[in-house]
């Protein structure tokens, strides 16, 4: 009975951040941590839990995406798991179960009519199977968030320290050639992974025929600098694709952009040089 609408793009690129400042400006249904608890029948839990039902404002804290508190933003990655394999993470629209696919578009149409209102869905691996959400969610319209690449890139190198203990191990979405990048030194390949999972959006949106009237883009640089007028244009294009959701809490005007690198000295020369080469290239 209501549109769905996805935010995509590459990881570390803010997409947590409007996540939650979407969610606060606006009353959309979306998973949340109380949610995935039941992956298998989220529209059940909102029936007879609503976990949105004690929402309040966001304080803007995720560590690399993930939430805490049960009202929260959650990607649900075991709900998607019911639906699409787990590796390789790309899954063209030729490579899917059709059957899986229907039972997809059940269960979100579930929760839609659980929440009677727009359905708003944060999972960057959707940025890689946009092939079959769009032939199997006719209905779906996206946002597109986007990053300084460097920045971008600074950030994804930061991660895989943190995460998998050095800049060599591979973290989250893998775009369509992510096996030749594997043979890249590491500040190469996070450069390659934004830039491939941004080919693959624009050419799954190409090649599906969605217009442009039906995805909004967003940089993240803009998000911090002035989050009201983001906002604001959040609200038009959800008016002109007949997305109706009432406003909710008042979100701050600004956000400081996290441009600082925390990663090596010799690291972030290698990359802003590489940065460079591919830019003139």
């Known amino acids: 009975r209501h549109p769905v609408l996805f935010i995509i793009g590459p990881p570390r690129s803010g997409s947590t951040l409007l996540m939650q400042l979407v969610t606060d400006a606006f009353d959309f249904g979306y998973f949340s941590n109380g949610h995935c608890k039941y992956y298998g029948a989220p529209a059940l839990a909102e029936k007879l839990h609503s976990p949105l039902g004690d929402k309040q404002p966001s304080d803007y804290r995720s560590r690399h995406g993930a939430t805490s508190l049960p009202y929260e933003p959650s990607e649900c990655p075991n709900w998607w798991y019911r639906f699409f394999r787990r590796h390789p993470a790309f899954v063209p629209v030729e490579e899917v179960d059709p059957a899986r696919m229907r039972k997809m578009r059940r269960s979100l149409a579930a929760l839609v009519n659980a929440f009677d209102r727009p359905v708003l869905i944060k999972n960057l691996f959707a940025s890689v199977r946009l092939g079959p959400i769009i032939r199997y969610l006719p209905e779906s319209r996206f946002i597109v968030i986007s990053r300084d690449e460097l920045d971008n890139a ?112 010799e690291v972030d020369a290698a990359l802003a040089d590489y940065v460079g080469d591919v830019e003139k290239t």
């Open 154 to 265: 600074r950030s994804l190198l930061a991660g895989r320290r943190e995460l998998g203990g050095s800049y060599e191990a591979w973290w989250s979405v893998e775009p369509p050639d992510s096996g030749s990048l594997r043979a890249l030194p590491p500040h190469s390949q996070v450069v390659e992974q934004i830039r491939g999972i941004h080919a693959q959006i624009d050419c799954d949106l190409n090649r599906f025929g969605v217009p442009e009237s039906r995805v909004h883009r967003i940089r993240y640089e803009s998000l911090c600098e002035d989050t009201d007028r983001c906002i604001t244009n959040c609200e038009a294009f959800f008016a002109r694709n007949s997305i109706h959701v009432n406003r909710l809490f008042t979100t701050p005007s600004s956000f400081e952009c996290r441009a600082t690198s925390s990663i090596k000295p």
